[in-house]
Every structure is written in structure tokens, then in C-alpha cells.
């Protein structure tokens, strides 16, 4: 796993463009991306106390801003410094665990629109968002290849060593499955991945 990752922390550069800015940098290391979301209509929730002001916990200079769309979903604006970037955020929920799937909304031309998870954990004051953890899955996915669909691309066409990035494409029922199967695995939803975020003054 430690290849993968150092792998993965040497290409966050390349991330940033492919995922339109920097809201990649607020976390350690990289995003997992799926084509398909992780959510169906059936499975959105609506918590209207998770519109507001946030603050990066463990950095002040860090905020992402929930704006309720119609009690549905959110849009959602990260910033850092003179970075912002925007996403589509799905509140949902399978069996009692809520995630929350993000979508990246300022894509570039030729983009895919490409999906993040992380699983959700809130208070009054205090929002806790635990990303699938990049290195695991990879890890995971090199040992057992066929337990959910995905591809690896490469940088450049002619690099097949050093520039491969995963990319989920198994359809939303067995991600969903994967998600039910892992939400307890410490290092599936790790410390690593995790953003804490506290409620920010206006």
C-alpha cells in the first residue's frame, strides 16, 4: 500500500486540474472518484442544519459553505486562501449510516463529472466527513481486482509505472454494497481521510 500512496501524493498536482482546483489539498493524500454517484433517489436525506459556515477544524484558513437547494441537496463552496471551488453535495443514507457524495460542479471543458464519498458524522457544532481512503482501496484493489469495477489511467500514454491514478466505475448498487460492507473499517473510512470541520462564525 505504501507504493500506492506515495504514488498518489506525488500526483496530487495532477489532481488538482483533474478535479478543477485545489479543494484536493484539504486532505491528505488522494480523493477516490467514481463515474457512477453513490446514491439513488431513494436514499437522499435532508439535514437543514448542515447549510451554513464551516471551518477546517485543523486549519483556520480553510471553509466550506453549505447552501441549501430546495431542501434536496447542497451547493457547496470550499476556499483556501485564493482557491474556491464548487461541488453538488447528496446528503443519503443506507441502513443508519449517512454519507455524503460530492460532485465536482467547476469542471473543466471535456471533464467527466466525477463523484467523492465520505461518510458523514454531525453535531451541533462540529461536522466530521470520513473519505474512502485512497491507499486502502487501492491496496485492496491490486489484491483482489474483482472486488469492485474500476480502471487505471495513466498519465501519459506512455507511462505505465508511475502516473496510474484509480478510477471507479462499478454502478451505484455495488458501490452502495461496498460502502455497507467497509463503513466499520477503520482503514477503509481512516483518520487520514478524515476532515473535521467546526461551525464558523459569520
Given at each position: 500500500?505504501?507504493?500506492w500512496v506515495v504514488k498518489c501524493r506525488m500526483k496530487k498536482k495532477i489532481l488538482k486540474l483533474v478535479a478543477a482546483g485545489a479543494a484536493l489539498s484539504m ?161 477503509a473510512f481512516s483518520r487520514d481521510s478524515t476532515v473535521e470541520l467546526k461551525r464558523a462564525a459569520q
Amino acid at each position: 500500500m505504501a507504493g500506492w500512496v506515495v504514488k498518489c501524493r506525488m500526483k496530487k498536482k495532477i489532481l488538482k486540474l483533474v478535479a478543477a482546483g485545489a479543494a484536493l489539498s484539504m486532505l491528505a493524500g488522494c480523493i477516490v472518484q467514481s463515474v457512477y454517484p453513490f446514491y439513488t433517489a431513494k436514499d437522499l436525506v435532508f439535514d437543514p442544519a448542515l447549510a451554513g459556515h464551516w471551518q477546517n477544524a485543523s486549519n483556520t484558513n480553510k471553509f466550506w459553505q453549505f447552501d441549501a437547494v430546495g431542501g434536496k441537496y447542497y451547493l457547496l463552496t470550499t476556499s483556501e486562501e485564493q482557491d474556491t471551488n464548487g461541488f453538488e453535495a447528496h446528503l443519503f443514507q443506507l441502513k443508519h449510516y449517512q454519507f455524503l457524495d460530492l460532485l465536482f460542479t467547476n469542471r473543466v471543458m471535456f471533464q467527466m463529472p466525477m463523484h467523492m464519498i465520505s461518510k458523514v458524522t454531525r453535531t451541533d457544532t462540529n461536522v466530521s466527513l470520513q473519505f474512502l481512503d485512497y491507499g486502502w482501496l487501492t491496496s485492496l484493489l491490486q489484491t483482489n481486482p474483482s472486488v469492485l469495477r474500476h480502471i487505471i489511467v495513466s498519465e501519459n500514454a506512455d507511462d505505465t509505472n508511475n502516473g496510474n491514478m484509480l478510477y471507479l466505475t462499478a454502478d451505484t448498487r455495488d458501490l452502495q454494497k461496498f460502502l455497507l460492507k467497509h463503513a466499520e473499517d477503520t482503514n477503509a473510512f481512516s483518520r487520514d481521510s478524515t476532515v473535521e470541520l467546526k461551525r464558523a462564525a459569520q
